[in-house]
């Protein structure tokens, strides 16, 4: 089955803490995006890698870090610099090339900050 | 402010009955997509509508796109209960730095289908 994997599904966040979302997809997609999703509000881009080993900055990007160091993964680790991290994390994958624009994504990480 | 903006922001309506929502847009785009989101997973593409095109259609799903007016309209015909979910619109205006596209969701449309 190809698709696009977060974990965990739910997630919870003392204050000061480092937290990392896992994102991994088998569609040998060469771009990857995080967003993020708060309540009644569309997808803010966070980071995105167009290729292994590079990534750049979304929309977002303060209080976040990820890596690209496999085709596969594309991690997010929500630092303690983020002041307001509880939200629905998104992670989605790309083709490469103006005929691949359909985003597949995975099924989100709700990050609460207890 | 947002690239894509969709209306009404909430709907609902009966089983049986067609559903329409639309979408507006600031800047000339390459195409356009229509997703839609079950409470509390991921989007999950539904159909893609080229600057080109002026209509599509997928099973029950018939989308409309006017570029002189920089809107697009989604029409579920014969709206189920399953078909409860948010919808958005996303646009591809902007390139990345390194190359790609970015796609700019709007804040969507919560469609809910009562029995």
């Known amino acids: 089955d190809g698709g696009i994997t977060q974990s965990p599904k739910y997630l919870f966040r003392k204050e000061g803490q480092n937290v990392t979302l896992s994102c991994e997809q088998n569609?040998?997609?060469?771009?990857m995006y995080w967003y993020r999703q708060d309540p009644g509000q569309g997808l803010r881009l966070i980071y995105y890698?167009?290729?292994?080993?590079?990534?750049q900055k979304g929309d977002i990007a303060e209080g976040y870090s990820v890596s690209r160091e496999k085709k596969e993964s594309f991690p997010l680790t929500v630092t303690s610099a983020q002041k307001n991290p509880t939200a629905f994390y998104l992670c989605?994958?790309?083709?490469?090339?103006?005929?691949?624009?359909?985003?597949?994504f995975g099924q989100g990480t709700r990050l609460t900050v207890v | 402010s947002q690239q894509g903006e969709e209306d009404p922001q909430a709907l609902s309506i009966q089983e049986g009955e067609n559903a329409t929502m639309n979408c507006s847009y600031k800047?000339?785009?390459?195409?356009l997509q229509w997703y839609r989101q079950n409470s509390g997973r991921g989007l999950v593409h539904l159909i893609l509508?080229?600057?080109?095109?002026r209509e599509k259609h997928s099973g029950r799903l018939r989308v409309t796109l006017d570029t002189s007016k920089k809107s697009s309209s989604l029409l579920i015909t014969a709206s189920r209960a399953a078909d409860t979910a948010s919808y958005f619109c996303?646009?591809?205006?902007?390139?990345?730095?390194?190359?790609?596209?970015?796609?700019?969701f709007g804040t969507g449309t919560q469609l809910k289908v009562e029995l």
């Open positions: 996303a646009t591809d205006a902007e390139r990345l730095t390194g190359g790609g596209n970015k796609l700019t």
């Open positions: 509508i080229r600057s080109n095109e």
């Open positions: 989605a994958s790309m083709g490469r090339g103006i005929m691949n624009t359909e985003a597949f």
């Open positions: 569609l040998n997609h060469d771009a």
């Open positions: 890698s167009q290729i292994v080993n590079d990534f």
């Open positions: 800047t000339s785009i390459n195409n």
